[in-house]
């Protein structure tokens, strides 16, 4: 089927020159997305679902070793996380050209990744901040105990993150928890897009830790810094 999609982009983050995809199923193991990318470095290191950001230099391979769950990095270079139901978030700074992509799943959102790795992401200077957030399971799928929901909510500012409740059960937003903490952050609405999908619900297109297991595959989602 040569016009199957094997990629999915941002519009708003294409807007602003930033290369970056994220993956369907359809590309395991994301090799459109290395193409894409090429010829700069593409940065990933060892997730571990907690806060630790790490930057984007250096060797390759040394950093695929590090844990952390976000990686920063400016031109010449490309950072990015592997994913399956949990969010994958890349961003963009306006004005410097760096770049972000970020794993946050709920443990990650829960202690923090995603201001961690807005931090580093300043460090390289003020700048606008332009986000996608990518596929990951919706609240339609995203079943927890009300225990994890009371965890999520409070790391969500306020924003209502609880889909539906269910014997003990409770079905979160997670995109809506990411987007709570982003909005937090300073970042403006309309800098952050929604590339949508449920990963568990549409196979087609999606990998899916819920849905397939341990077994599951993995989507790559990168972005490339550019010059500011
Ligand atoms: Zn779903």
Not at 100 to 123: K, N
Not at 198 to 214: M, N, Q
Request: net charge neutral.
């Amino acid at each position: 089927m040569p016009d199957t999609p094997k990629i999915v982009t941002s519009p708003l983050l294409s807007k602003h020159g930033f290369a970056h995809a994220f993956s369907l199923r359809t590309e395991e193991p994301g090799a459109l997305v290395r193409a894409l990318l090429a010829p700069q470095p593409l940065y990933q290191a060892n997730q571990v679902h907690g806060a630790a950001v790490a930057r984007g230099e250096g060797d390759v391979d040394a950093l695929r070793q590090l844990p952390a769950d976000a990686l920063v990095a400016r031109a010449p270079s490309a950072v990015g996380v592997r994913v399956a139901d949990c969010a994958p978030v890349l961003v963009g700074a306006k004005e410097t050209g760096s770049v972000a992509a970020i794993h946050a799943g709920w443990r990650g959102v829960v202690l923090g990744v995603i201001p961690a790795a807005l931090a580093e992401l300043q460090r390289d200077g003020d700048a606008r901040r332009l986000v996608a957030i990518g596929p990951c399971i919706g609240p339609c799928c995203f079943e927890v105990g009300v225990d994890v929901a009371a965890q999520i909510t409070a790391a969500s500012h306020g924003a209502d993150v609880v889909a539906r409740r269910a014997e003990g059960k409770a079905y979160v937003d997670l995109r809506a928890a990411v987007r709570a903490q982003l909005t937090a952050l300073g970042v403006a609405p309309g800098d952050i897009d929604d590339v949508p999908g449920c990963t568990k619900c549409d196979a087609a297109r999606f990998f899916s830790f819920r849905r397939d297991g341990a077994d599951a595959g993995r989507h790559l989602a990168a972005i490339a810094a550019r010059s500011p």
